[in-house]
């Protein structure tokens, strides 16, 4: 999902087959559900778990995820070696695409009735840990000594340790080097170029390419770019007491500049950006060369590589200053591993966290799908087994990890109304129906909202 262009849901947040591109939709969809979530955990705030053990010693936990035919296949896999490990426990999958995931796990919940297992996501895990509706796995046998400290990080609060991460991501630009050539235009230098490069190339790129491939994709229809942005220019998206971390004026400067792109055709119309929204991922911009530049997370590489037929390349994000390190790019956990507070097998469970998080043998059947392994040493043992795509961002991530900023703050509750948030009010922008200024409040009035609700 495109982190300025359309998200993948990170949810699918991370999906990596392009011929399931709803299971590997864009970040933007994350807000979709937001108030659902909320309403219904509010109702209840715990839910269930599996059946009690059986005569026979046996144990039954279900796994729910999000994501299509290839996750399941490889997440089923690693189910498999699992069991083959632990004959006297059975996971009972549990899945279906990102758009009605979390309709579904908010009702479960209410009704005590959650997967023992859940696959959670970076918007929520705050939403659920804090009703109490997820387990503090740091009171269970989980090795954590290998994993990403920033990843790990990423799923500790105040209600302990709630979520695994399930994988490592980090914000991207993905450049179509055939759209380029094309055009005649030298690729840029991700380690010096600044935001007026940025404006500078798409636009050339566009104007020296067939009507209707552009520079770049439009950013704006979701929160993960304003976050981007924002901590550039020294804000952030959210603070540590869980309120917003930025004024108005903040992403009124932040759709300034996007009106400036679509003036000098860097980026596409607003009705064009409208009609990409609704585009599946091997339909998007990039993999069909329409658009020379745009912005996903990095473990969408993979996907996109096939949609488009040819070999993409990863930069990183223009800066201020012209260098990578004032870029504030950080690892994201893609997904977590995290479970209900109310399962009535903690141990067992825990352990199956454990295995998917450290034990090689869910490494080689799950891959990269979630994103670049965690664990650092399973990461290292499942390198021959990779794709040269999966390679390729494994290297990204490594490479940048020295110019990492400091990670930023977890979305509060009611975060995952953000996202619709920001899509809405960059087409009222982008069809000039409101003003910048007119925009960034209406706008930061709604999310001050959607976080103290």
């Known amino acids: 999902m495109p982190l300025f262009s359309r998200p993948a849901s990170a949810a699918s947040h991370g999906a990596a087959e392009a ?19 909320a309403v219904v955990l509010a109702l209840s705030a715990c839910g269930g778990g599996a059946a009690p053990q059986s005569a026979d010693g046996k144990v039954e936990l279900r796994f729910s995820w999000w994501g299509g035919d290839k996750r399941a296949q490889l997440t089923r896999a ?36 959650a997967p023992d297992i859940i696959q959670m996501d970076e918007k929520y895990i705050t939403e659920y840990s804090s009703r109490g509706a997820l387990l503090d796995l740091s009171k269970y046998q989980i090795d954590t000594s290998k994993l990403d400290e920033a990843a790990l990080n990423a799923g500790k609060s105040e209600d302990g340790l709630t979520g695994i991460a399930a994988g490592i991501n980090a914000a ?21 170029w600044t935001w007026d490069d940025f404006e500078r190339i798409a636009a050339e790129v566009t104007a020296k390419s067939p009507k209707g491939t552009y520079g ?8 993960a770019s304003l976050g981007v942005w924002l901590r550039q220019n020294g804000k952030s998206l959210y603070t540590s007491d869980g309120k917003l971390g930025f004024e108005p004026g903040d992403i009124a400067e932040w759709w300034a500049f996007l009106k400036e792109l679509s003036e000098k055709k860097a980026v596409p119309s607003a009705s064009e950006v409208v009609e990409a929204e609704a585009a599946a991922l ?60 109310r399962t009535k097998h903690p141990e067992e469970t825990a352990k199956f966290i454990n295995f998917l998080a ?9 891959l ?4 670049v392994y965690p664990n650092s040493d399973v990461r290292a043992a499942i390198a021959p087994k990779l794709t040269p795509a999966d390679i390729k961002v494994v290297k990204f991530i490594d490479q940048i990890k020295g110019e990492l900023g400091e990670a930023p703050a977890p979305p509060p509750k009611g975060a995952g109304a953000i996202q619709e948030i920001v899509k809405r009010y960059t087409s009222e922008v982008l069809f000039n129906r409101l003003s910048t200024e007119e925009a960034g409040k209406k706008a930061v009035d709604e999310m001050k909202s959607a976080i103290s609700s």
């Open 19 to 37: 011929t399931s591109a709803r299971a590997g939709r864009r970040l933007r969809r994350t807000g979709a559900v937001a108030a659902a979530a």
């Open 78 to 113: 690693a189910i498999a070696a699992f069991e083959a490990e632990n004959p006297n426990i059975k996971i009972k999958p549990e899945f279906g695409d990102w758009s009605g995931y979390w309709d579904k796990l908010a009702t479960q919940v209410a009704a005590n009735d």
């Open 172 to 192: 991207t630009i993905l450049a179509n080097p055939a759209v380029f050539k094309a055009a005649g235009v030298a690729l840029p230098d991700d380690k010096t």
């Open 216 to 223: 770049a994709a439009a950013y704006g229809t979701d929160e």
């Open 282 to 341: 091997d339909q998007s911009g990039l993999a069909t060369g329409k658009n020379g530049l745009a912005f996903w997370w990095s473990n969408q590489l993979p996907a996109l590589e096939k949609a488009a037929g040819g070999e993409l390349q990863i930069l990183r994000f223009p800066s201020k200053t012209g260098s990578s390190a004032d870029a504030k790019l950080w690892y994201k956990a893609s997904q977590f591993w995290s479970a209900s507070s």
């Open 358 to 366: 450290n034990n090689t043998k869910a490494g080689e059947a799950l």
């Open 368 to 371: 990269a799908d979630r994103g």
